[in-house]
């Protein structure tokens, strides 16, 4: 009778707590919706472009720049070679009729902020810890593992530096999908390598430690740091990702994602 007496209360008190954590659960997901906008507020040209992005590019590029019917944005090499609209610009404005992509008659300063919107959405998902698990795998592998195998042996010369069976053996289990096309298109970890020689004919060589226009200094094999005037010596550099810097200048859409799919393959 007692706890009869008291339902209404109750239930009241239950009506606002449920109405009190929804209204919660609504806030949250509306920060999360508009957290990546609020994250580059500071930046009026980067929020100008995602407005530009949307309505000039999104029906095609998705609203995010992460790719719809037309290509991921987000992560494409040209957009990694554009400074301040330079490549960007020339695509925007005449399009690529071949690939169904017609030109629009931008502004130098519309081009301007859409590319750094595209930039700061790349720099946002090179530096976020979430997008590895977030970011939907369906479209990063849309090439041909076949396709890639024989890129990978042919035009793109890759074999002559790695191997299926070596170096690459099951590359696809260690790293997760989003991190190995990183590691493919912007491989890290080797140090170039300074070839120092002396007037006396003598040779220092070791991984480069510092360099300008008037000192060059590297490690040598004890460890220890050497400077050199360059002025008094012969210096050569000797930097083992060069294959892979020339080839992103080659490399085309349909190369990225082939060459991956095959890597990813590899399990």
């Excluded at 580059?40 to 999104?58: L, M, N, T």
């Excluded at 554009?82 to 169904?100: A, F, S, T, Y």
């Excluded at 002559?160 to 590359?171: K, R, V, Y």
């Excluded at 070791?206 to 490690?219: E, K, S, T």
Aim: glycine share 10%; aromatic share 8%; with cysteine.
């Amino acid at each position: 009778m007692k706890m009869r007496g008291n339902g209404p209360a109750w239930q009241t008190h239950v009506a606002r707590s449920a109405i009190f954590c929804a209204a919660i659960i609504f806030l949250l997901g509306l920060w999360n919706s508009t957290a990546w906008p609020q994250s580059v507020s500071q930046d009026p040209a980067v929020e100008r472009g995602h407005k530009q992005f949307e309505q000039a590019c999104g029906f095609c590029h998705g609203p995010e720049a992460t790719g719809a019917r037309g290509p991921d944005l987000v992560r494409s090499t040209l957009v990694a070679h554009d400074v301040k609209g330079d490549k960007l610009g020339e695509i925007i404005r005449l399009g690529r009729p071949d690939k169904g992509m017609p030109g629009m008659p931008l502004t130098d300063e519309q081009v301007l902020d859409i590319a750094a919107y595209l930039h700061a959405r790349a720099a946002e998902a090179l530096h976020s810890g979430g997008v590895p698990s977030k970011y939907p795998i369906e479209k990063l592998l849309t090439g041909d593992p076949e396709a890639g195998k024989v890129f990978f042996n042919g035009a793109g010369g890759c074999k002559n530096c790695h191997s299926p069976t070596g170096d690459l053996a099951t590359i696809a289990t260690k790293y997760s999908p989003i991190d190995l096309q990183a590691h493919m298109l912007y491989p890290g970890g080797k140090h170039t390598i300074v070839v120092v020689t002396l007037p006396s004919g003598k040779q220092v060589k070791g991984p480069l430690a510092h360099a300008d226009d008037f000192v060059i200094a590297l490690h040598d094999p004890s460890g220890w740091y050497q400077s050199f005037s360059r002025d008094r010596v012969k210096v050569e550099l000797q930097d083992p990702l060069t294959a892979h810097r020339e080839l992103l200048d080659k490399l085309t859409q349909a190369d990225v994602h082939n060459l991956f799919a095959y890597l990813e393959s590899l399990k």
